[in-house]
C-alpha cells in the first residue's frame, strides 16, 4: 500500500490520526481520548499508540508524522516551544526522539490550512488564507505555495486583529479582536447572558429572534471588516473558513457575502472567493500528514 504520510491532530480533548495515501486519500482513521490534565505521560502514550496503529494497519513502519498541536512551534517545526495555561509537558517537547522515526510540529490552524490547500476546498491554490471560527478565531496563511510561519511561528493569529480599538482587551491584551467579535468565548457577554452558545444564539436567529439577529448580525458586520482587510493586504486567491461557526453554512455566509461587498476593496470589480472548509475535525490530521509530507521532499 503507497501510504506516504501519518497525520496527528493534538487536542485538548480528543487526539485524531490519519494515514494517508500517495494520492491523499485517508486509508485509515481513528480517535483517541487527549486525557489532558492527567499525567502528561498519559497523552503523550496516546499518541504514540496512534502512531504505532496507523503504522499497523499500513504495514509501513518508517513513514514521516506531521503533528498538528496548539500553540506556536520552533523555528524547525520539531516541537511546539510556547503553548502557556494548558498541555503540561507539550511545550519543548521532541516528538522526533520520543516516536524514534522523523515527525514535523506545526500549529493546528496551519494543519487544517495545509489540508484545504493540498487537498480540500484550496486545493490547487498557491495563496491561500484560512480563518477558523470556533471558541476563539485562528487562522493561516499560504504563500506561494508554503505555509507562511513568521518570526516566533505566530504568523496567521488573525483573530487577534483590532477592530474596535475602544472594545475589551482579549486574552492577548488586543482592544475589541476579531475572536472577541464573533468567537464563542464571547457569546454570552455580547448577548448580555441571553445565549449561552452561537449555535443557541442562531437557534433564536432562525426563529425570528429580533435580538438574536441584530447581535448575529453586527458580529458579521464585524467578522466582514476584519476578513476584508486581510483580502487587502495579502490579496488571496482564496480564503478558507472553517471550525465550527462555519457550520452555520447560508447563515453566515450569504450575509458575509453581503457585507464584503460594502467593505473589500474590489479594483476592476474583482472580489476575493470565499469557500467554506471541506474537511472537518480531520482537517487538522490531514495537513499535519500534508507538511510532514512537504518537510520530507524538502529534506
Not at 508554503?146 to 475602544?166: C, L, S, T, W
Request: proline letters at 4%; a negative charge; aromatic letters at 8%.
Amino acid at each position: 500500500m503507497n501510504v506516504t504520510t501519518i497525520g496527528i491532530d493534538l487536542g485538548g480533548t480528543r487526539i485524531k490520526a490519519v494515514a494517508l495515501d500517495g494520492d491523499g486519500k485517508i486509508v485509515h482513521q481513528q480517535y483517541y481520548p487527549t486525557c489532558d490534565g492527567d499525567e502528561d505521560t498519559v497523552w503523550k502514550q496516546a499518541v504514540a499508540n496512534a502512531v504505532k496503529e496507523m503504522q499497523a494497519f499500513t504495514g509501513v513502519q518508517q513513514a514521516p508524522v506531521g503533528i498538528s498541536a496548539p500553540g506556536l512551534p520552533d523555528n524547525s517545526n520539531a516541537c511546539i516551544a510556547c503553548m502557556p495555561g494548558r498541555m503540561q509537558g507539550l511545550e519543548n517537547f521532541d516528538w522526533a526522539a520520543y516516536l524514534q522515526q522523523p515527525a514535523y510540529v506545526l500549529n493546528d490552524a496551519v494543519a487544517a490550512m495545509m489540508g484545504e490547500a493540498t487537498y480540500g476546498a484550496a486545493k490547487n491554490k498557491l495563496n491561500v488564507v484560512m480563518l477558523t471560527l470556533g471558541t476563539g478565531v485562528g487562522g493561516a496563511i499560504l504563500i506561494d505555495g508554503k505555509p507562511y510561519q513568521g518570526a516566533m511561528r505566530k504568523a496567521g493569529h488573525f483573530g487577534h486583529m483590532v477592530i474596535n480599538d475602544e472594545g475589551y482587551p482579549d486574552i492577548t491584551g488586543m482592544p475589541g479582536s476579531l475572536e472577541d467579535c464573533i468567537g464563542n468565548c464571547t457569546v454570552e457577554k455580547r448577548t448580555l447572558g441571553k445565549f449561552s452558545s452561537t449555535q443557541q444564539m442562531l437557534d433564536a436567529y432562525r426563529s425570528g429572534d429580533y435580538f438574536a439577529y441584530e447581535t448575529w448580525h453586527r458580529s458579521l458586520r464585524q467578522l466582514a471588516a476584519g476578513v476584508a482587510s486581510i483580502a487587502n493586504i495579502l490579496s488571496p486567491e482564496v480564503i478558507v473558513i472553517g471550525g465550527g461557526i462555519a457550520e452555520a453554512g447560508d447563515d453566515l455566509f450569504v450575509p458575509l457575502e453581503g457585507y464584503m461587498k460594502e467593505y473589500e476593496w474590489q479594483p476592476l470589480g474583482y472580489t476575493t472567493p470565499i469557500v467554506k472548509a471541506e474537511y472537518g475535525d480531520m482537517a487538522g490530521a490531514i495537513g499535519a500528514a500534508c507538511f510532514a509530507l512537504q518537510k520530507t521532499q524538502a529534506e
